[in-house]
């Protein structure tokens, strides 16, 4: 399965491969895929409070393309992400690292057609208990690490200033669950002006997990995003997400979270 992702994600993106035109620009100013707004593990920098305990989640990542390559006047854009996820537990007067996640995203996107783009994805993610929560919380870590390739596809919707998009991960090497790989993702969402430019949006972000029995990940936020047309950009949003955890020490347990969180978007 690995190898037939990477066959066709060749195809997919090489059409104009062997045209007698090329260029390439290093680190462009615009990104050709869109960013999922409320998928867990997007790159991101965040910081966002679960109502129902006194968990804070404080995400630092970067997402940046690297170059421009121009073929016969067809761009492909390679691009890097890198995240680091923690859990917080504040407490009056104490806070502990519960969780920390590390992830690893190298991305190839290209134009297909009119408003469609597709994105090969190569990624790591390990997931690891703190050293708090190990010896002041009691945890047992398991050995939790994924390295996947990915193909995406998103479709842009202008007039709702949005998008829809669908996507299949194929961990290569998962741990702990070593026989289940596929992960499918779909989701979307759409902004409408409220004021100069501040605008209101919705998002959805919907995973189904080959290695919790094809359980979901459903992920939806709303709220307010400001400036738009710049980047980077303020994002206000309160997030409802159900079922398995994404963060990777307790991937097989079920949860409902309501949280609000601040987002600068790059």
């Not at 079922?243 to 790059?266: A, C, P, S, T, W």
């Amino acid at each position: 399965m690995k190898y037939f992702l990477i066959s066709i994600s060749l195809v997919y993106f090489s059409d104009s491969l062997f045209s007698q035109t090329f260029n390439f620009e290093i680190l462009p100013d615009e990104k050709i895929y869109s960013y999922y707004l409320t998928d867990a593990l997007s790159p991101q920098l965040s910081l966002t409070k679960h109502f129902e305990t006194s968990e804070w989640f404080g995400n630092i990542g970067y997402y940046f393309p690297l170059t421009n390559l121009m073929i016969n006047q067809h761009v492909v854009q390679v691009s890097l992400a890198a995240t680091v996820f923690n859990t917080i537990i504040k407490t009056p007067g104490h806070i502990q690292v519960y969780t920390i996640d590390y992830l690893v995203d190298f991305y190839v996107d290209t134009k297909i057609a009119n408003n469609l783009i597709g994105r090969f994805t190569w990624g790591h993610l390990s997931a690891h208990y703190s050293d708090d929560g190990i010896v002041q919380l009691n945890n047992y870590p398991i050995s939790y690490v994924r390295d996947y390739v990915a193909l995406h596809s998103e479709y842009l919707i202008p007039k709702v200033k949005g998008k829809i998009y669908l996507g299949v991960h194929y961990n290569f090497h998962n741990e702990p669950v070593l026989d289940k790989h596929i992960t499918i993702q779909t989701g979307g969402d759409a902004a409408f002006k409220l004021a100069s430019d501040l605008f209101f949006f919705g998002a959805a972000d919907i995973k189904i997990k080959s290695d919790v029995n094809n359980g979901t990940t459903q992920s939806y936020q709303a709220g307010f995003i400001f400036p738009y047309s710049d980047s980077p950009r303020l994002r206000l949003a309160f997030t409802h997400r159900r079922g398995f955890e994404e963060r990777g020490q307790l991937f097989n347990i079920k949860d409902v979270k309501n949280m609000m969180g601040i987002y600068f978007d790059f």
